[in-house]
Nanobody, 116 residues
Framework: QVQLVESGGGLVQPGGSLRLSCATS????????MGWYRQAPGKQRESVATILSGGSTNYADSVKGRFTISRDIGKNTLSLQMNSLKPEDTAVYYC??????????WGQGTQVTVSS
């Protein structure tokens, strides 16, 4: 079992920044993919950003140039730096990891609200 603990969500004004973190209970090199997803009220969960074990990244078009996904190998932590936030970024953000041995794990989610 993999434990994922997210933090860093909150309320921020449009144009502001937040940094989300996802602490994992396992060495992150055991995951072939890690990512952030979000789900807004009444909408399906969508991929925001992913990072593969080799370090390559991928972003949703809606966040390119504003969000940056990264990982801290020493701390076994996945992060998402979110800048220039917009009201449409409001959602619950989830951390997800994929492992060959036993599949996919999700965090509990953290709320991000962008509002003036």
């Amino acid at each position: 079992q993999v434990q994922l603990v997210e933090s860093g969500g909150g309320l921020v004004q449009p144009g502001g920044s937040l940094r989300l973190s996802c602490a994992t209970s396992e060495n992150i090199f055991t995951f072939y993919a890690m990512g952030w997803y979000r789900q807004a009220p009444g909408k399906q969960r969508e991929s925001v950003a992913t990072i593969l074990s080799g370090g390559s990244t991928n972003y949703a078009d809606s966040v390119k140039g504003r969000f940056t996904i990264s990982r801290d190998i020493g701390k076994n932590t996945l992060s998402l730096q979110m800048n220039s936030l917009k009201p449409e970024d409001t959602a619950v953000y989830y951390c997800k990891v994929d492992r060959y041995s036993d599949g996919t794990y999700w965090g509990q989610g953290t709320q991000v609200t962008v509002s003036s």
